[in-house]
Structure formats: structure tokens, C-alpha cells
């Protein structure tokens, strides 16, 4: 394959250097490489187990890193031209990305195998010498009792499973124990429902519906078809390796204090609990919890949720977003125009690609392939960062048969092109699009269609930095700073988690008790001066002020305002306030006060008569010194106006007497 040196260098910076067999005769040089101390990049991952035995010799195997330039670039009808696309693909390999935290999650190898017929008893047997096994057998037909009770064979139905592994419990129903006289098929005694078993490991060879959503992607469940044979023995294979301790990627990172999920129990935002495909999310009052050890990673939670409480580790937002500048700035530095960039997995993406470089055309050297742990953990912060920082286009491989629902990818792509074509970026074709096919031919076809649109003729060199919402912000800014066409305002569908917020201040009584409920403070107030400010940059459309407010005047307005978010944080209200009558202290608003006491005045027993100027007094004094007035007076506000006195007979009798007339 071609090799662009002069493009690679001046992309990459650094030292470059070339050679014909690095891992062969020439192996020495990489060996003086690596005593220089100084990080290095491998182009090539063939041979990536030899290099990192050497580097593990001279203790610099955390000094290597690789990029696979060969299947994504050289391996390409277009390799001529690829040299900037090389240099962009060496240099975001050489951005660090920290490791993601673990969970330890253990096993003591207890094992449930849940099936209808012999094939589950047959999958004991075989497991049994490796872990405690029991068969539960489901609406069994004539099965054959076993020769010996080397394990426990039980009848029963779940009816509801919960946990991961190391930790199930579940439900069942129909539960029998097998009679010991069972001659030519298990015969078993009267069954209840309600029983309940917990295990470590559950093997379910029933062929039915599976006992979890995503079940796939739900540690310690294995499953089958009983009537494959090999996919039986995969499933058995892999359940006895399951006894031990396992250390499980924490792959998302949850800070509960940014959760906009609910405040005093009235629900905000729950859009990551809606795209959950694990069940690893529930509602924990205020917040929301995430089970780190049933998160199977798909990113979901992290790509929807808008302030950044849930935040993928693998890696962070903003060392991907270091990475894609790297990569942007030295495809520029190269020579590169009009990229666009590719987001594939490592599962399925990168076999896609590999087999269109070795038996098709390879990759269009426009197009810049980035590899994620999952391509659902993309947010609009990288989609809109790209455009900021010189791509004229994004796509993301997905499988024709995804794992897991897509809804959430698709809305942020949606929500990508939305804002990329109102700019200007792009052309005739899609700015932003998901290709999901499990075929190499069908993947080079559709990037070709993918031809490069307008870009930004003054790209952004921004360096994000801070958490996920921060990186948003930043990202947005430079997207629309440097548009081919900026509009300052773009409206979005409901639900969108940008958006300002529309005030009816005539009715705006300035409780304050939106500035309590909002979670991402972008409504505020003033310790000097009664008002209500806010910052559309911060609001996430969570509703919870508008749910809050007892006056109901504030209303959701999707949409991203661009120059609302540059500007500062702009008053929506503000009112003189009420200094209190005895010691001054401003306390309330003057209309509020005003309002209360002429409601009041002479219409309510307690501010009528001769004590009422002395109370009404009361209401334009602060809390300190109403105490004390009230105190003062002896006024009991419990009592009431007195009351009637009962008439008795005698009462009667008197008022008779009192008259003259007889009794």
C-alpha cells in the first residue's frame, strides 16, 4: 500500500519513522523506540502480541498504543490520496483515554438449568462435576427419570426473574418435587405457586421467551434452543466457566447530584429509564440508581441524559471528544477536506470494515472510521463537535439486526441532522445517517453515496474539557460560531432536552418554588433583590418547573437558541421589595404584600374591630418581628371571634319573668 510519509508528518507531529519489517529483522529499532521514554504509535496491529511482549520486557508496555491503517486506509481503491486520512487515524490513536472502573461480582457456581425435557437433564449431568445443579423442568411431557439423583430435578415455571450473576432470584410457579417411584417417566406430586430460588448461574433450555429483556446482554443468563445441538453445548461450555471471582466494567459513571429525575415527588426527566434495555435504571425518589453489575454498556442512558448525571466511562465524553480533535486537526494539517466521519464497533463494525478492504474497494479515503465500545453511547456533543471542528458529514454502522432497540441513536441522529442542515453543513445528501447492514458491499455503497457537503471554511480548535454538559455547551457554541450559515434559532419536537421556557410574568407571583425544583440551577434568584433570572444553557426540559409552580405560568419551549446560549443569565422578573415596617429589613415584594393586605383589611374577623390595624401591622413586619408583635398583643390567632353563648331553659324562664308573665 502507498505510504504518504510527508502528509503523516505533517499531521502527526512528533518523529516519524518508516520501515519494511518493524516486527521481523528490523524489530531492534522499535526496541530503541521504546528507550527513548517517549509514548509511541504502532501503524500496524498484525503483529500488536509481538510488540507488546518487547515493551513488556522493557516495562513500557503503557507507552504503546496502535492504529490499524492498513485495513482503513492503505487497503483502499483510493489509497493514494489517503495520507491525510492516515495521519488523522495515527494521531487520535495517540490521544490517552483512561481506563474505566470495575465491580467485582462473584460466583459460587450454583447453577438452575430451566428446560422442558432431557436435554436439560442431560445438561445437568454433564454439569454437575463443575457446579451445584438443579433442573427445573417446565410443563414436562414423559421425560425419563435419571438413573441416580446426582442432582435435583424439580418441576416449576418462572414466573419472574430478577438479578445478574451471582444473584438471582426468581419466582416460580406449578413447583413439584418427582416421585421416587417414577418407573417410565418422572411423575411428580401436587405443585403450589409462589416458590421462590435464587442461584448464580441460569441455563434456560425451554426454547420460550426468555426470562429478561435483552437477555443477551444480561450476565450469568445463558440461553438455547434445545434443538440445536451446538448452540446447547456453547451455552454449557460457557456456564461452567462461570464459578469465581469476575471483575465487571463499570461502564457508566452516575452522579446523582446533577439527576434530574424527580423533586419533591413530582417526576421530571425519565428518559433514561425509557431506553434501559436491561432494566439496570429505577426510579430511587429524587434520582434515579443504575445496578453497575446488570449495565451491559450500551450507552444509552449516557447519550439521552441531558445534564450529564449519567456519564459513559468508556471512555468519558470528553477524552472522546480530545480524540476526535486530534483526529480532525491533522486530517486538516494533511491536506484533508470534506471528512466524513464513520463510528463502528468493534464487534461488528470492524469486521464490516476489514472484509470491504480485503475483497472490495476499502474505505473512500474522505471517509474517517472511529471506533466506540458501543455506538449507542453517541451523544449530540460529539455529533456537534465534529461539524465545529471541520466534517462535513457523520455516519454510524449499526447491525441490520441490532442487539437492542436503536430509538434512542436514531434521536440523536435526528436530532444531529436537525441542527447540522438548519446551519448549513452538509449537501443534497444526508448530513447525518445510521447505516445498519451486516454487509461489506452494502456498506462501501453506502459510503459512496456519502459524498462530502459544505463544511465550516474556518473550522474551531476548541479543547473540550469538564463533564458531559460543560463539553455540550462548548461544542454547541463552536458549531454554531464557525456555521456555513448560522440561524440563531432552531426549533425542536417536543421532548428535546434543549430548549428555553415561556414566562407569564403578570401572574408571576415570585414564589421562587421553580428555582427549588429546578435541578441544573438554570432558574435563580437574588439574596439582595427579589427576582427570577434565568440561563438557557442549563435548561434540560425536565418540566419540573412548570409541574412546581402554583400559579402555572411557565410553559416548555423546545428549541435550540443559539444566542441565548452565548448570552448571560437575563432577568425574568424583578420587584421592589417590602422592607418591614418596625426594623426595615427588606422581606417579600411590595405587590405581593400590597395584595395580601387588601384582601384582607376589614374582610376577615382577625383584621377587623378594634385590634385590626395592630394586625394588619403584623402582615408588613418580617417573620422576626411578627413574632414579636404577636407576641406582645397576646393575640391567640387560634380563638376565633367569640362565640354565642348556648340559651338554656332557664334562660327562658327568666327572660319571663323578667317580663311579668306567669311561669
Given at each position: 500500500?502507498?505510504?504518504?510519509?510527508?502528509?503523516?508528518?505533517?499531521?502527526?507531529?512528533?518523529?516519524?519513522?518508516?520501515?519494511?519489517?518493524?516486527?521481523g529483522?528490523?524489530?531492534?529499532?522499535?526496541?530503541?523506540a521504546?528507550?527513548t521514554?517517549?509514548?509511541?504509535?504502532?501503524s500496524c496491529?498484525?503483529?500488536?502480541?509481538?510488540?507488546?511482549?518487547?515493551?513488556?520486557e522493557m516495562?513500557?508496555?503503557?507507552?504503546?498504543?496502535y492504529?490499524?491503517?492498513r485495513?482503513?486506509?492503505?487497503?483502499?481503491?483510493?489509497?493514494?490520496?489517503?495520507?491525510p486520512k492516515?495521519?488523522?487515524?495515527?494521531?487520535?490513536a495517540?490521544?490517552p483515554?483512561?481506563?474505566?472502573?470495575?465491580?467485582?461480582?462473584?460466583?459460587?457456581?450454583?447453577?438452575l438449568?430451566?428446560?422442558?425435557?432431557?436435554?436439560?437433564?442431560?445438561?445437568?449431568?454433564?454439569?454437575?462435576?463443575s457446579?451445584?445443579?438443579?433442573?427445573?423442568?417446565?410443563?414436562?411431557?414423559?421425560?425419563?427419570?435419571?438413573?441416580r439423583?446426582?442432582?435435583?430435578?424439580?418441576?416449576?415455571?418462572?414466573a419472574?426473574?430478577t438479578?445478574?450473576?451471582?444473584?438471582?432470584?426468581?419466582?416460580?410457579?406449578d413447583?413439584?418435587?418427582?416421585?421416587?417411584?417414577?418407573?417410565?417417566?418422572?411423575?411428580?406430586?401436587?405443585?403450589?405457586?409462589?416458590a421462590t430460588?435464587?442461584?448464580d448461574?441460569?441455563?434456560?433450555?425451554?426454547?420460550?421467551?426468555?426470562?429478561?429483556?435483552?437477555?443477551?446482554?444480561?450476565?450469568?443468563?445463558?440461553?438455547?434452543?434445545?434443538?440445536?445441538?451446538?448452540?446447547?453445548?456453547?451455552?454449557?461450555?460457557?456456564?461452567a466457566?462461570?464459578?469465581?471471582?469476575?471483575?465487571?466494567?463499570?461502564?457508566?459513571?452516575?452522579?446523582?447530584?446533577?439527576?434530574?429525575?424527580?423533586?419533591?415527588?413530582?417526576?421530571g426527566?425519565?428518559?433514561?429509564?425509557e431506553?434501559?434495555?436491561?432494566?439496570?435504571?429505577?426510579?430511587?425518589?429524587?434520582?434515579?440508581?443504575?445496578?453497575?453489575?446488570?449495565?451491559a454498556g450500551?450507552?444509552?442512558?449516557?447519550?439521552?441524559?441531558?445534564?450529564?448525571?449519567?456519564?459513559?466511562?468508556?471512555?468519558?465524553?470528553?477524552?472522546?471528544m480530545?480524540?476526535?480533535?486530534?483526529?480532525?486537526l491533522?486530517?486538516?494539517?494533511?491536506?484533508?477536506?470534506?471528512?466524513?466521519?464513520?463510528?463502528?464497533?468493534?464487534?461488528?463494525?470492524?469486521?464490516?470494515i476489514?472484509?470491504l478492504?480485503?475483497?472490495?474497494?476499502?474505505?473512500?479515503?474522505?471517509v474517517?472510521?472511529?471506533?466506540l465500545?458501543?455506538?449507542?453511547?453517541?451523544?449530540?456533543?460529539?455529533?456537534?463537535?465534529?461539524?465545529?471542528?471541520?466534517?462535513?458529514?457523520?455516519?454510524?454502522?449499526?447491525?441490520?439486526?441490532?442487539h437492542?432497540?436503536?430509538?434512542?441513536?436514531?434521536?440523536?441522529?435526528?436530532?444531529?441532522?436537525?441542527?447540522?442542515?438548519?446551519?448549513?453543513?452538509?449537501?443534497?445528501?444526508?448530513?447525518?445517517?445510521?447505516?445498519?447492514?451486516?454487509?461489506p458491499?452494502?456498506?462501501?455503497a453506502?459510503?459512496?453515496?456519502?459524498?462530502?457537503?459544505?463544511?465550516?471554511?474556518?473550522?474551531?480548535?476548541?479543547?473540550?474539557?469538564?463533564?458531559?454538559?460543560?463539553?455540550?455547551?462548548?461544542?454547541f457554541r463552536?458549531?454554531?460560531?464557525?456555521?456555513?450559515?448560522?440561524?440563531a434559532?432552531?426549533p425542536?419536537?417536543?421532548?428535546?432536552?434543549?430548549g428555553?421556557?415561556?414566562?407569564?410574568?403578570?401572574?408571576?407571583t415570585l414564589c421562587?418554588?421553580?428555582v427549588?425544583a429546578?435541578?441544573?440551577?438554570?432558574?435563580?434568584?437574588?439574596?439582595?433583590?427579589?427576582?427570577?433570572?434565568?440561563?438557557?444553557?442549563?435548561?434540560?426540559?425536565?418540566?419540573?418547573?412548570?409541574?412546581?409552580?402554583?400559579?402555572?405560568v411557565?410553559?416548555?419551549?423546545?428549541?435550540?437558541?443559539?444566542?441565548?446560549?452565548?448570552?448571560?443569565?437575563r432577568?425574568?422578573?424583578?420587584?421592589?421589595?417590602?422592607?418591614?415596617?418596625?426594623?426595615?429589613?427588606?422581606?417579600?415584594?411590595?405587590?405581593?404584600?400590597?395584595r395580601?393586605?387588601?384582601?384582607?383589611?376589614?374582610?376577615?374577623?382577625?383584621?377587623?374591630?378594634?385590634?385590626?390595624?395592630?394586625r394588619?401591622?403584623?402582615?408588613?413586619?418580617?417573620?422576626?418581628?411578627?413574632?414579636?408583635?404577636?407576641?406582645?398583643?397576646?393575640?391567640?390567632?387560634?380563638?376565633?371571634?367569640?362565640?354565642?353563648?348556648?340559651?338554656?331553659t332557664?334562660?327562658?324562664?327568666?327572660e319571663?319573668?323578667?317580663?311579668?308573665?306567669?311561669?
Amino acid at each position: 500500500m502507498p505510504l504518504d510519509a510527508s502528509a503523516i508528518a505533517r499531521g502527526c507531529g512528533g518523529t516519524l519513522k518508516t520501515a519494511d519489517q518493524l516486527c521481523g529483522r528490523e524489530l531492534d529499532r522499535f526496541r530503541e523506540a521504546l528507550g527513548t521514554g517517549v509514548p509511541i504509535t504502532v501503524s500496524c496491529t498484525l503483529q500488536a502480541p509481538l510488540f507488546d511482549e518487547v515493551a513488556e520486557e522493557m516495562g513500557a508496555e503503557d507507552r504503546v498504543t496502535y492504529a490499524k491503517i492498513r485495513e482503513t486506509a492503505g487497503w483502499s481503491s483510493e489509497a493514494e490520496t489517503a495520507g491525510p486520512k492516515m495521519a488523522a487515524l495515527l494521531a487520535a490513536a495517540a490521544e490517552p483515554v483512561p481506563d474505566a472502573g470495575t465491580v467485582s461480582i462473584e460466583s459460587h457456581g450454583v447453577a438452575l438449568i430451566y428446560g422442558r425435557d432431557a436435554v436439560a437433564i442431560e445438561a445437568g449431568r454433564r454439569l454437575s462435576d463443575s457446579l451445584d445443579v438443579t433442573v427445573l423442568l417446565s410443563r414436562p411431557g414423559a421425560v425419563e427419570p435419571p438413573q441416580r439423583n446426582s442432582f435435583p430435578v424439580l418441576q416449576g415455571t418462572v414466573a419472574g426473574a430478577t438479578g445478574r450473576l451471582g444473584a438471582f432470584e426468581l419466582r416460580i410457579d406449578d413447583y413439584a418435587l418427582p416421585a421416587p417411584s417414577s418407573r417410565t417417566h418422572l411423575v411428580f406430586g401436587l405443585p403450589r405457586n409462589g416458590a421462590t430460588s435464587t442461584c448464580d448461574v441460569v441455563l434456560d433450555l425451554t426454547g420460550g421467551t426468555p426470562l429478561f429483556p435483552a437477555h443477551d446482554l444480561r450476565s450469568g443468563y445463558l440461553r438455547a434452543d434445545p434443538r440445536d445441538p451446538a448452540a446447547v453445548e456453547r451455552a454449557i461450555t460457557a456456564a461452567a466457566d462461570l464459578v469465581g471471582t469476575f471483575d465487571k466494567t463499570k461502564f457508566v459513571n452516575f452522579h446523582a447530584d446533577l439527576c434530574a429525575h424527580s423533586r419533591s415527588r413530582i417526576t421530571g426527566c425519565t428518559r433514561c429509564l425509557e431506553v434501559c434495555p436491561t432494566g439496570a435504571i429505577v426510579s430511587a425518589g429524587d434520582t434515579v440508581a443504575i445496578d453497575p453489575t446488570i449495565c451491559a454498556g450500551c450507552g444509552n442512558c449516557a447519550a439521552v441524559c441531558p445534564t450529564g448525571a449519567a456519564a459513559y466511562a468508556l471512555p468519558p465524553a470528553d477524552a472522546l471528544m480530545r480524540r476526535l480533535r486530534s483526529l480532525m486537526l491533522a486530517y486538516r494539517e494533511s491536506g484533508g477536506q470534506g471528512a466524513t466521519i464513520l463510528f463502528h464497533d468493534g464487534d461488528h463494525g470492524e469486521p464490516l470494515i476489514d472484509a470491504l478492504a480485503r475483497h472490495g474497494d476499502g474505505l473512500p479515503a474522505h471517509v474517517l472510521p472511529v471506533r466506540l465500545n458501543e455506538i449507542t453511547q453517541l451523544g449530540p456533543e460529539a455529533m456537534a463537535a465534529l461539524f465545529a471542528y471541520g466534517a462535513s458529514g457523520v455516519r454510524v454502522l449499526a447491525r441490520a439486526r441490532p442487539h437492542h432497540d436503536l430509538d434512542s441513536l436514531h434521536r440523536t441522529v435526528a436530532l444531529a441532522e436537525t441542527l447540522a442542515h438548519a446551519l448549513g453543513y452538509g449537501g443534497a445528501a444526508p448530513i447525518v445517517a445510521v447505516i445498519e447492514t451486516d454487509d461489506p458491499d452494502a456498506l462501501g455503497a453506502a459510503l459512496a453515496e456519502a459524498l462530502p457537503g459544505a463544511a465550516s471554511s474556518r473550522p474551531s480548535r476548541f479543547m473540550p474539557v469538564g463533564g458531559k454538559r460543560e463539553v455540550l455547551r462548548f461544542a454547541f457554541r463552536e458549531m454554531y460560531e464557525v456555521a456555513p450559515r448560522p440561524t440563531a434559532f432552531v426549533p425542536l419536537a417536543a421532548g428535546a432536552p434543549f430548549g428555553g421556557l415561556d414566562f407569564r410574568t403578570d401572574d408571576c407571583t415570585l414564589c421562587l418554588a421553580c428555582v427549588g425544583a429546578c435541578p441544573t440551577h438554570a432558574l435563580s434568584d437574588s439574596a439582595e433583590q427579589p427576582l427570577l433570572a434565568f440561563e438557557e444553557s442549563l435548561c434540560v426540559q425536565c418540566g419540573l418547573c412548570a409541574a412546581t409552580c402554583p400559579e402555572s405560568v411557565i410553559d416548555l419551549k423546545p428549541g435550540l437558541d443559539f444566542e441565548a446560549w452565548t448570552a448571560p443569565r437575563r432577568v425574568v422578573k424583578e420587584e421592589e421589595p417590602f422592607c418591614c415596617i418596625a426594623c426595615a429589613k427588606p422581606f417579600g415584594t411590595r405587590s405581593t404584600i400590597e395584595r395580601v393586605v387588601e384582601k384582607l383589611r376589614e374582610r376577615h374577623w382577625m383584621f377587623s374591630g378594634s385590634g385590626g390595624p395592630e394586625r394588619i401591622n403584623a402582615l408588613m413586619m418580617c417573620e422576626d418581628c411578627r413574632v414579636e408583635a404577636a407576641l406582645n398583643q397576646g393575640f391567640d390567632p387560634h380563638a376565633g371571634p367569640e362565640r354565642m353563648r348556648t340559651r338554656t331553659t332557664e334562660d327562658y324562664l327568666r327572660e319571663r319573668t323578667e317580663r311579668g308573665e306567669a311561669v
